[in-house]
């Protein structure tokens, strides 16, 4: 099996052409495993700053042709533009960067916090449609493994800061305190428990949910905050002091007639933080003095430089869990060996005792049957061992032989 990447970031590629990609993601690993026995899993992790696809490949070209036609059928762009925008990574440089991204090393706001939990929901989707492999899965969970040692055990958990964190440390910068003020939020999906979250801590003292799907009032209920209808949107509007735009909605919702009827901008302009790669604010809307819009790319210019000490701990960190994790990956290439040596020898075991319980008493039978066990045990445990470390080496080939050669056995290292 080979693991592989195939993927875009904020790094790669301006924001709206991101979002664009990231709309194949809903289902596309579902289809990936079933279009394809070269795809033994695949993962997909699509969050505002990247949309990546992690695969478990039986082939690898064949496959990763399959992964861009998929996605230029799914957005309407040209197989060209998407191969051309998506990256190809393969091999080892696969969980050092998941790993990476994971702890927040790859994020727009370096060490942000949200990225781990995104990470987290990938893998239980793939749990959910049954797309991953057992790689897959060991690899996303060390990388949540690595995230919570960056966490622990550097500053850059407690330096490094949400895109929410950020956006809402720039509107305070821009417009005063929030503490004390009235916001609005739109949108009821997990990020906005995030702005929610954040609003509260930061002391603001009236927070209203907006929701074009109709949710507002049961997360109102569970989050204290107060629910807002669609009738009384423009009302609402038109009192906040601060707007966040995070639902997530094919097309924007704060658009031209409503910021009018809400006659927004009679206290100043109205700072409105949009930091979905959906838009919810409408172009049109963006080019009003009365809006002050901070969305991604303008968190993305005032991200904090984070301490340089704790970025390099933090690498040294995922560089030792990439070792350990290959390491263990290398070393199951040993296992169907150790396996089928195992099975040769209590074979004969088996056989040998059946032998035995047909001349003496059962008693005198199982005393040996343990005898024969504690042996067998002891003759293999430094073979077994000694396959583990010949597998992380690369010298397993003429250790293949030899069990050949000793035991007549021919080990298939693919399983």
Wanted: negative net charge.
């Amino acid at each position: 099996m080979v693991l592989a990447l195939v993927g875009v970031s904020h790094r790669d590629v301006a924001l709206d052409e991101l979002e664009r990609l990231s709309s194949a993601a809903p289902g596309l690993a579902r289809h990936l495993v079933d279009a394809s026995a070269d795809v033994a899993g695949a993962t997909v992790l699509a969050t505002c700053n990247r949309f990546e696809v992690y695969l478990d490949l039986v082939r690898f070209h064949d496959a990763v042709d399959l992964t861009t036609h998929a996605v230029s059928a799914r957005t309407g762009l040209s197989h060209d533009v998407v191969a051309d925008s998506m990256r190809v990574v393969v091999g080892g440089s696969v969980p050092q960067h998941l790993f990476s991204v994971s702890a927040g090393l790859e994020s727009m706001v370096v060490g942000e916090d949200e990225i781990a939990g995104q990470v987290r929901a990938s893998l239980a989707t793939a749990h959910a449609e049954g797309t991953t492999s057992p790689a897959l899965e060991r690899m996303l969970q060390r990388a949540l493994a690595t995230s919570k040692s960056v966490t622990r055990s550097t500053g850059l958990g407690a330096a490094g800061r949400s895109i929410v964190s950020v956006g809402l440390d720039i509107v305070e910068q821009r417009h005063g305190p929030i503490a004390g003020r009235t916001a609005m939020v739109i949108g009821t999906g997990s990020y906005a428990r995030i702005v929610v979250a954040a609003l509260q801590r930061r002391g603001c003292v009236e927070i209203g949910v907006y929701s074009s799907s109709g949710r507002a009032a049961s997360f109102a209920a569970s989050h204290d905050v107060a629910a807002i209808e669609v009738s009384g949107l423009p009302t609402a509007l038109g009192a906040a002091d601060l707007v966040v735009a995070c639902s997530g909605a094919p097309h924007p919702l704060v658009d031209l007639a409503l910021v009018q009827a809400a006659g927004v901008g009679s206290r100043g302009p109205l700072p409105v933080l949009d930091p979905a790669l959906s838009a919810d604010v409408a172009p049109d809307v963006r080019a009003l003095p009365e809006v002050d819009v901070i969305d991604l790319a303008v968190v993305g210019a005032h991200a904090p430089a984070e301490h340089a000490a704790a970025i390099l701990e933090a690498q040294d960190i995922v560089l030792a869990a990439v070792r350990d994790f290959e390491d263990g990956e290398t070393g199951r290439t040993a296992d169907h060996a150790v396996v089928a040596m195992r099975a040769h020898v209590m074979g004969i075991i088996s056989e040998e005792i059946e032998r035995i319980r047909r001349r003496v008493d059962e008693e005198t039978a199982e005393e040996v049957a343990r005898s024969l066990s504690r042996v067998s045990n002891a003759i293999l445990h430094t073979p077994s061992v000694r396959a583990q470390e010949l597998a992380r080496t690369g010298d397993f080939a003429d250790y293949r032989k030899a069990v050949h050669t000793l035991f007549g056995i021919d080990v298939d290292v693919d399983g």
